[in-house]
Structure formats: structure tokens, C-alpha cells
């Protein structure tokens, strides 16, 4: 085991950044016009939390900068101090150095005192407060004398300290100074945690040998009975015969349980329904409430739960202790009846009530421990890595089932076969599986999207505008890595559209927009791709500037057809740049193509809409994972390929009537009175020459992001089935037209086509010249 | 038997940092029945079935700080005469008066080293 401290201060660092995310939650809600004092509570929390954990790790950087950021954050929760717009874009400027400080302290850096020092100026001179000396205080610990006994046995602990010792007035419920207690949070919690609605019932269980004898077990009834509510269980165990008498083929315990729930009567029944007539059965409503259930202050069975829950926590010495427990703890004086002595049992009675022998009594269910709604569900911290691992090894599952699949086809076995059902349950499952593995991955995109509202906060500075993020779709899961690559096109992207798209402070006043320029980002999920939008209220694309720049930079000729769409996407064109002078924020040679490349390699792509004075939208489309895909498997001349299954609208068979020929070397396809442009697959990859005759012919309807359609003409459709995604960039870089590569079930190995791709570079040859043909003829 | 092996503690603290820095000190000197919450009404729900002799406790947490816990503590006759140390960011006179009142049995400023944890601790209970 690795040293304790080393991963605390790890957990550390990742606590920060969940505290750092609320922190930017809380500036933002207050930036928003929140003046509730708990969203200033979380804020200052936050910050206080940092610094507490800071000190205990001695990064002493990061304690002096949150402590000042911390003392301007209690001003303001102290209602002594009221931030306006500006304070709080301090606030988020202080929230994005102390993060910048955060990581630097993880990764061992420093972060230069000329980032710090202006903000703490401006948050000093701005709160107006001096470092404050702290006052010695003057307090006397109050001892506890501690009475463990002389058994060693476990101490009775409700005695245990004496009050009188208190220094202070004896805090009684009477003389207790009163505290503001939060309003959802009565007093005396322990209390009415321990109390339960009265609703419920006590049921008295008692099988017979006939319900072990059919293969029923109590447990699993318990159980059943547990997801109706919280039940606390105890076993009788006084008709135990000793033991030579005793016949291992006979029942002899019962049961007494208490369960609280909202469901009828009818509910608990049904959970016995199938011992009915195999056991005795009595169940009644509880009556009185608390009483019956309150945990028992019969020592004993107080004892007996203490460790069956402390067990987990400190089970090597828990369980030693147990048998300690039974027998020290059973002759103890019973300071009440205990609670379950009071349910109407029957004859049984006598044998709870009796303390000595509650020892015998074993509450063999705790009660399940209902979380409290508050609370934030449980979670693990894994390595990345292991979970690639995974991902990886049902890559490979995904693969041995289709390799399965083909032999048992092979072997001529008929679909109804055991082996094909059994291998369809497996298909299914591995399904299951793989989709579980990708959740893991999968997580909001609300950090990405937190860092780029300090993108936006710094660009709008840089160039003296006035910017407001919006974020839309901040929980939508996305994969990891996907998130990772995102961040750097993403911060071009906002750059962009705070530097080119939107207006001056002036120009916006002048066309009668808001002086706030905005800009939203939004994340959703659209038909298994995951599309995110960028964009701005701004003056939209200066058409006629884009294309007189394309032409002065030679990406087109002067006298070029363009429509507005043509032109939209000559950003992307490598080399391209707008802006009249490069500001210092966008220019830093990265280019709209950069973008657009690095999303390709996300399998994503990039698309523009842009209306004339009222902004511009940046729309990134990407493949909810990039681990597997499902694909249609096509054969087209001898080679095998497989076509993302989500960009085939449908596939159809051509006739003659279909066919349109349009110019010397192209054909259309006539569909439902639209016309789509026909692409050989075989052509455009360059196996083949246009075939002569596409009559008879199959073509695969692909639909594009941009609504464009075009029928790709294969020569045969083999399968349909799920495939791992294996990269072929690393060793031979970007092919036009082709995503990735693949291993199907026979081991061969097929490209992935990336349609979109393939279509936009596609040469549309679908006829030979008529001058060839005559050569040939 | 020393104190120490028979003692028993909650650690209460929102952040698991906290909590784990206290109680791997708790472990480095030898207390090992140990448990722990994430906030009072939790540790509140934890004692009921698993009490203990000291409660060690964060000031500063959301929804029921480290005085509202031991004022529901010391309201509850199961639990009133628990022990309580109060660790705190900031030792404010408004605080510690408010603690003292309730019958708390010492404070810990932050940040603290395993020996100062230590100290507070048997300033209560005596030496472990």
C-alpha cells in the first residue's frame, strides 16, 4: 500500500476541483442577481475548504491567496460588503487563479507573483480590509472522565460521561443557549432519525418445515419485504433444542419484524404470498409510532447493532469484540422493556421480553440504512486508465462475438439451435456491457464548459467588450477524452466569436442591439451524436470580406460561384484569417482549419450558419463514443467496407427509372420526386471505372449534417453489425474519405467510411465519356 | 487495555480530505474504532446506532455546522454527554463563546499537525 498521506493529498486535489466547480457555480448564480445567503455560503465554502485542506498539506501559496480571497468572501457574506458587477468578475478572476494555484500546487509549479498580486490589490482595495490580528482566546478544555469498566468489555456508552464534569452550565435541553438551527434540520435529529412515520406494520414469521422443505428462504423474503421500507428484523431463537437433540432437518427459529412503510397491508402480504399456508403469519398495523421502533436502549441489542454497523469501519476489531458482546453485555439491568417485547406475538412472547435472554437474539438484518435525500449519491475514483482497459477488452469481446457468430454460421447450424439462441442472449449482453463501459466514460460536459466562461471572461477583457456566456445542455455526458480534445478547438471557437463575432461596445449600440454581447454554448444530444453549438449575437459573417479575401489570398479564383453556405466554409480554408489587423487574441496561428481538423479527428464535424446582423452559430457534431460504431457492412469490387450505420437514411434497389443522367459524367437518382446526386462507391475509392450500367444496382441513401443527400452505389450489402473502431491515423495519417478501420468476424480486416467526408471530395463519375466509349467500341 | 483501544470517535467533516487527514492521525497514534460522516444529520443518524465517546467535528460545513450539531447532540439524552472537539478555520471569539456555551470540550484551530490533533484530544480524554 502506497503512504496514506500521498493519496490523501491526491483525493485532496480532486476534492478542489469539485469545490472549484461549485465555487464558479455559486459567482455565477450571484452574477446572476442571487443574493440568497446560502449561494454566498457556498461560494465562501468553498474557498474555506481549499484553504483548510491547503494548510494541511502546507501549500502555503494557495493559503495565503485563498485566505485573502476568503476574508473578501466573508465580508460580503457578513453583509458588510455589497459586490456589484465588477467585485464579482473579481471574484471569478480570484476563482480562476486560485484554481490556476490549485493545480500549480499539484503538479509542483509555481504561479508568478505578477498573476496574483494585481488581483489581490484590486480585491484589498476593493473590500478595503487589513489582515486583521487574530485574538488569543482564552479556553479551558472541559476533560470527559471515561468509565470503561473493569471487563474490558464495551463501555455503556449513554452513561458514560459525567455532565457534571462540564465546566460550562450544565447543558441541559432547559438551559441550552438557543442556535439558530436550519430550518429543514429540527433539533433533535438523532431523534427523529431514530423515530419513524407510524405508518408500517410488525409481522410475526414463523415457517414451517414445509417452506424450507420447498426451497424457500427467509432471507430473501426479508429482503422483498426491505424494498417496501426500512425493516428491522430479529431472529427468535429460544426454540433452539440443545444440541444433541437438536435435528438439523427441522425449523426452528421465527422471526418478529418491523417494517415502516406507505404500502398497504396488501403489499406486506403479497411478499409472503408464496409461503402462504407454509408458515405462521400475523401481521398488524403499527400503533404508537417511535416506541416499537426506536432502536432498543436494551443494552444489549443497542451493542449488538453497534457493531454490526461498525463492522465495516473497523472490522478487525469489531469482530473480535462480538463474543465479548453477548455475554458481558446480557446480564446488564434493562433500563426499559425492550421495544420488541411489545409486539403482539403470540405465545413467543415471553422469551423476547426476558433481558438474560436476548442474547440468544441475533437481529440478524440490520436495518437498511436509508441514505438521506440530501446527501450526494456515492461515488468511486478510478484510474482512467483501468477503465480503457475495459474499454478496450470489450472492443475485443465485441469482436470474438462476431468471430463466434461467423463460425456458427459457417457450421451450418440452424437459427433456432441452442448455440445461435445462446449466442444471441451473448450478442446482447456484450451490448449491455459496452454500453455500461461507455457510461463510465461518460461524464458532463459542465467543466469544459466552466473553463470556457473564463475564456470568455479573458478575451472580453483583452479586447474591451462587454461579453456574457450562456450555457445550455451543462449535464450532457460526454465521452472523456472526447471532453479532453474538445477544450483547445473549443477555446479557439469562443475566442473567435468574442473577438470576430461579436460587435464593438459602439457598433452594437449603434444597430439598437444590447451593449452585452452573448454568447451561448450549448450541448445536446441529437439522434446518438452529441452536438454542441457555439454561437453569438453578433454582426453574422461579412460575406463579401470573406470572399475578397479568399480571392487576395488565392484559395479561389476572382471570378468563383459562391453560394452563401460556399462561402461560410471558406473559414475553414487553411490560411484563412478575417480579421482586417490580427488582434492579439484570435491570431495566434491557429486557424479556423485547425479547428475543423482536430474535430474531424474527433469523428465529429463542423458546420457554419450565419444570419447577416444577428450572429453567427458554430455547430460541432461528434460520435457519442469513440470506441465501436454500428455499421453496414457492403461489399463493392471484392473489397469490404463498412459505412457508419447513422449516416444511411435508407437503401434501395435502382431502376430505370430511377436513373437520370445529368451532364457527360454524372448521374442523379430520382427519390420520392427529389433528386440526389449518384456516387460509386468502387469509383470514388478508385477500385473500379464506372460501371456501365447502374439498372439493377444497390445504393445506400446517405444523409448529411447539412441536410445534403447522396446515394452511394455498392455492389452488394453483407451485414449489419457493431465494430470496433481501430485508428488508422497513427500510421498512415488522414485518408480522404475513410474514418477508421476494422477487424470482422473472419479476421479480415475492413475500412470504415466516413460518408460525409467522402461525398464532400467526391468526383461523382458515375459514366464514362462518351469519347472513351468510342475508343473502346 | 489503553485508552486508546477502547476509545471511540466520529469524524465529521464535508470535505473527505478532512476527514482522512484526521483519521489517518487518529491511526497513526493508535485509535482505531473510528467512524465517520460527511455531515451532522448524518452523523447524527451513525451515533444512534454507533456511539461513541468523542465527537470530532468540523465548524464550517453546509446545511448544520459544527455548534448545531453539538447543540442537537447535547439536546438528545442518548448523546448529550459525548465528548466534542470543535476543529475550526477561524477561531472567532463569537464561536468559541457560542461552543463553550453549548458544552464544548475544546477546540483545534486549522491547519493542525497529527501532534495537535493529539494535544486537543487529551486535553479530553487524558493521555491515550
Known amino acids: 500500500m502506497s503512504d496514506p498521506m500521498a493519496e490523501i493529498r491526491a483525493s485532496f486535489f480532486i476534492e478542489c476541483e469539485e469545490l472549484l466547480e461549485s465555487l464558479q457555480d455559486g459567482l455565477q448564480l450571484m452574477d446572476d442577481g442571487d443574493t440568497d445567503p446560502e449561494t454566498i455560503n457556498i461560494v465562501f465554502r468553498a474557498v474555506h475548504s481549499i484553504k483548510g485542506g491547503a494548510g494541511a498539506f502546507g501549500l502555503d501559496d494557495l493559503v495565503r491567496f485563498a485566505h485573502r480571497f476568503e476574508t473578501a468572501m466573508d465580508e460580503v457574506r457578513a453583509g458588510r460588503f455589497h459586490p456589484d458587477g465588477e467585485a464579482i468578475r473579481l471574484f471569478f478572476a480570484c476563482a480562476d487563479i486560485l484554481g490556476d494555484l490549485v493545480r500549480a500546487a499539484r503538479d509542483d509549479e509555481q504561479v508568478d507573483d505578477a498573476v496574483t498580486g494585481p488581483v489581490l490589490e484590486k480585491l484589498d482595495k476593493l473590500v478595503g480590509l487589513e489582515e486583521e490580528e487574530e485574538e488569543v482566546l482564552d479556553f479551558t478544555p472541559a476533560t470527559l472522565s471515561l468509565d470503561f469498566g473493569d471487563g474490558g468489555g464495551l463501555p455503556d456508552l449513554p452513561d458514560l460521561p459525567d455532565l457534571s464534569a462540564l465546566p460550562a452550565a450544565d447543558p441541559s435541553e432547559d438551559t441550552l443557549p438557543s442556535l439558530e438551527l436550519p430550518a429543514d434540520m429540527p433539533a433533535p435529529v438523532a431523534e427523529a432519525a431514530m423515530e419513524s412515520t407510524a405508518k408500517g406494520f410488525t409481522v410475526h414469521f414463523k415457517p414451517e418445515n414445509a417452506l424450507y422443505a420447498s426451497g424457500n428462504e427467509p432471507l430473501y423474503l426479508f429482503r422483498?419485504?426491505?424494498?417496501?421500507?426500512?425493516?428491522?428484523?430479529?431472529?427468535?431463537?429460544?426454540?433452539?433444542?440443545?444440541?444433541?437433540?437438536?435435528?438439523?432437518?427441522?425449523?426452528?427459529?421465527?422471526?418478529?419484524?418491523?417494517?415502516?412503510?406507505?404500502?398497504?397491508?396488501?403489499?406486506?402480504?403479497?411478499?409472503?404470498?408464496?409461503?402462504?399456508?407454509?408458515?405462521?403469519?400475523?401481521?398488524?398495523?403499527?400503533?404508537?409510532?417511535?416506541?416499537?421502533?426506536?432502536?432498543?436502549?436494551?443494552?444489549?441489542?443497542?451493542?449488538?447493532?453497534?457493531?454490526?454497523?461498525?463492522?465495516?469501519?473497523?472490522?478487525?476489531?469489531?469482530?473480535?469484540?462480538?463474543?465479548?458482546?453477548?455475554?458481558?453485555?446480557?446480564?446488564?439491568p434493562t433500563p426499559k422493556p425492550a421495544p420488541v417485547a411489545k409486539l403482539p406475538v403470540g405465545s413467543d412472547d415471553d422469551?423476547?421480553?426476558?433481558?438474560?435472554?436476548?442474547?440468544?437474539?441475533?437481529?440478524?438484518?440490520?436495518?437498511?440504512?436509508?441514505?438521506?435525500?440530501?446527501?450526494?449519491?456515492?461515488?468511486?475514483?478510478?484510474?482512467?486508465?483501468?477503465?480503457?482497459?475495459?474499454?478496450?477488452?470489450?472492443?475485443?469481446?465485441?469482436?470474438?462475438?462476431?468471430?463466434?457468430?461467423?463460425?456458427?454460421?459457417?457450421?451450418?447450424?440452424?437459427?433456432?439451435?441452442?448455440?445461435?439462441?445462446?449466442?444471441?442472449?451473448?450478442?446482447?449482453?456484450?451490448?449491455?456491457?459496452?454500453?455500461?463501459?461507455?457510461?463510465?466514460?461518460?461524464?458532463?460536459?459542465?467543466?469544459?464548459?466552466?473553463?470556457?466562461?473564463?475564456?470568455?471572461?479573458?478575451?472580453?477583457?483583452?479586447?474591451?467588450?462587454?461579453?456574457?456566456?450562456?450555457?445550455?445542455?451543462?449535464?450532457?455526458?460526454?465521452?472523456?477524452?472526447?471532453?479532453?480534445?474538445?477544450?483547445?478547438?473549443?477555446?479557439?471557437?469562443?475566442?473567435?466569436?468574442?473577438?470576430?463575432?461579436?460587435?464593438?461596445?459602439?457598433?452594437?449600440?449603434?444597430?439598437?442591439?444590447?451593449?452585452?454581447?452573448?454568447?451561448?454554448?450549448?450541448?445536446?444530444?441529437?439522434?446518438?451524436?452529441?452536438?454542441?453549438?457555439?454561437?453569438?449575437?453578433?454582426?453574422?459573417?461579412?460575406?463579401?470580406?470573406?470572399?475578397?479575401?479568399?480571392?487576395?489570398?488565392?484559395?479561389?479564383?476572382?471570378?468563383?460561384?459562391?453560394?452563401?453556405?460556399?462561402?461560410?466554409?471558406?473559414?475553414?480554408?487553411?490560411?484563412?484569417?478575417?480579421?482586417?489587423?490580427?488582434?492579439?487574441?484570435?491570431?495566434?496561428?491557429?486557424?479556423?482549419?485547425?479547428?475543423?481538423?482536430?474535430?474531424?479527428?474527433?469523428?465529429?464535424?463542423?458546420?457554419?450558419?450565419?444570419?447577416?446582423?444577428?450572429?453567427?452559430?458554430?455547430?460541432?457534431?461528434?460520435?457519442?463514443?469513440?470506441?465501436?460504431?454500428?455499421?453496414?457492412?457492403?461489399?463493392?469490387?471484392?473489397?469490404?467496407?463498412?459505412?457508419?450505420?447513422?449516416?444511411?437514411?435508407?437503401?434501395?434497389?435502382?431502376?430505370?427509372?430511377?436513373?437520370?443522367?445529368?451532364?457527360?459524367?454524372?448521374?442523379?437518382?430520382?427519390?420520392?420526386?427529389g433528386f440526389v446526386p449518384l456516387l460509386d462507391l468502387g469509383a470514388e475509392l478508385g477500385y473500379r471505372k464506372p460501371q456501365d450500367s447502374y439498372v439493377g444496382g444497390i445504393v445506400l441513401l446517405i444523409g448529411q449534417e447539412d441536410g445534403n443527400r447522396a446515394a452511394l452505389a455498392v455492389d452488394a450489402i453483407e451485414d449489419q453489425r457493431q465494430v470496433v473502431i481501430k485508428g488508422l491515423e497513427g500510421s498512415y495519417g488522414r485518408v480522404p474519405g475513410i474514418a477508421a478501420a476494422t477487424i470482422l468476424g473472419d479476421g479480415q480486416i475492413a475500412l470504415i467510411l466516413d460518408p460525409t467526408d467522402l461525398v464532400g471530395q467526391a468526383s461523382g463519375r458515375t459514366r464514362v465519356r462518351q469519347p472513351q466509349q468510342a475508343l473502346v467500341g | 487495555m489503553a485508552l486508546r483501544d477502547q476509545l471511540r470517535v466520529m469524524v465529521v467533516d464535508d470535505m473527505s480530505t478532512s476527514r482522512g487527514l484526521i483519521t489517518n492521525a487518529l491511526d497513526s497514534y493508535g485509535i482505531r474504532n473510528v467512524a465517520s460522516a460527511a455531515d451532522g444529520p448524518s452523523a447524527l443518524q451513525k451515533l444512534a446506532a454507533y456511539p461513541v465517546h468523542l465527537v470530532i467535528s468540523d465548524y464550517n460545513m453546509p446545511g448544520m455546522d459544527g455548534l448545531q450539531l453539538l447543540h442537537a447532540l447535547r439536546s438528545n439524552g442518548q448523546t448529550r454527554g459525548v465528548g466534542f472537539l470543535l476543529i475550526t478555520g477561524r477561531a472567532d471569539r463569537e464561536i468559541i463563546d457560542m461552543g463553550k456555551r453549548l458544552g464544548m470540550n475544546n477546540f483545534l484551530k486549522k491547519p493542525f499537525d497529527p501532534a495537535g490533533l493529539r494535544g486537543a484530544i487529551e486535553a479530553i480524554v487524558g493521555k491515550l
Not at chain 1, 224 to 250: F, K, Y
Not at chain 1, 300 to 310: D, G, T
Not at chain 1, 513 to 523: F, M, P
Open chain 1, 351 to 673: 422469551t423476547i421480553d426476558a433481558a438474560p435472554k436476548d442474547e440468544k437474539t441475533a437481529p440478524s438484518v440490520p436495518a437498511k440504512a436509508t441514505g438521506t435525500p440530501t446527501q450526494p449519491r456515492a461515488t468511486v475514483r478510478v484510474d482512467l486508465e483501468r477503465i480503457d482497459r475495459l474499454v478496450n477488452l470489450v472492443g475485443e469481446l465485441v469482436i470474438n462475438q462476431a468471430m463466434l457468430s461467423q463460425s456458427v454460421t459457417e457450421a451450418g447450424l440452424p437459427p433456432n439451435s441452442p448455440v445461435s439462441t445462446g449466442l444471441e442472449e451473448f450478442l446482447q449482453l456484450t451490448r449491455d456491457i459496452q454500453e455500461s463501459v461507455m457510461m463510465i466514460r461518460a461524464q458532463p460536459i459542465k467543466s469544459l464548459f466552466q473553463r470556457m466562461g473564463r475564456i470568455v471572461r479573458e478575451s472580453s477583457a483583452s479586447v474591451g467588450k462587454e461579453v456574457r456566456l450562456y450555457t445550455d445542455g451543462e449535464n450532457t455526458e460526454v465521452d472523456k477524452t472526447v471532453i479532453e480534445r474538445l477544450a483547445d478547438p473549443l477555446t479557439h471557437m469562443i475566442r473567435n466569436a468574442v473577438d470576430h463575432g461579436l460587435e464593438s461596445t459602439e457598433k452594437r449600440l449603434e444597430s439598437g442591439k444590447s451593449r452585452e454581447g452573448h454568447v451561448t454554448l450549448t450541448a445536446q444530444h441529437r439522434s446518438g451524436r452529441i452536438v454542441i453549438e457555439v454561437s453569438d449575437d453578433g454582426a453574422g459573417i461579412n460575406r463579401e470580406r470573406v470572399k475578397q479575401k479568399a480571392i487576395e489570398k488565392e484559395l479561389i479564383p476572382a471570378d468563383a460561384q459562391l453560394s452563401d453556405s460556399d462561402i461560410d466554409n471558406l473559414l475553414f480554408l487553411p490560411g484563412f484569417s478575417t480579421a482586417a489587423e490580427i488582434s492579439n487574441l484570435s491570431g495566434r496561428g491557429v486557424g479556423m482549419d485547425v479547428v475543423k481538423s482536430s474535430i474531424q479527428a474527433l469523428g465529429g464535424r463542423i458546420s457554419i450558419t450565419s444570419h447577416e446582423g444577428k450572429g453567427t452559430t458554430f455547430s460541432i457534431s461528434l460520435p457519442l463514443t469513440l470506441a465501436v460504431l454500428d455499421g453496414m457492412v457492403v461489399r463493392v469490387a471484392d473489397e469490404t467496407l463498412v459505412v457508419p450505420l447513422n449516416a444511411i437514411l435508407e437503401t434501395l434497389t435502382l431502376t430505370d427509372d430511377d436513373l437520370k443522367a445529368l451532364g457527360p459524367e454524372t448521374h442523379v437518382v430520382q427519390i420520392r420526386g
Open chain 1, 224 to 332: 422483498a419485504l426491505r424494498d417496501l421500507g426500512d425493516i428491522s428484523v430479529t431472529c427468535h431463537c429460544g426454540d433452539l433444542p440443545d444440541l444433541d437433540q437438536l435435528d438439523p432437518d427441522t425449523g426452528h427459529l421465527s422471526w418478529n419484524l418491523t417494517v415502516h412503510t406507505e404500502e398497504a397491508e396488501q403489499a406486506v402480504r403479497e411478499v409472503f404470498e408464496f409461503v402462504d399456508g407454509l408458515c405462521v403469519l400475523e401481521i398488524k398495523p403499527l400503533t404508537g409510532g417511535g416506541a416499537m421502533v426506536a432502536p432498543a436502549p436494551a443494552p444489549a441489542l443497542v451493542v449488538e447493532q453497534a457493531v454490526e454497523i461498525a463492522a465495516p469501519e473497523a472490522a478487525p476489531l469489531a469482530a473480535p469484540q462480538k463474543p465479548q458482546v453477548s455475554t458481558e453485555a446480557a446480564p446488564a
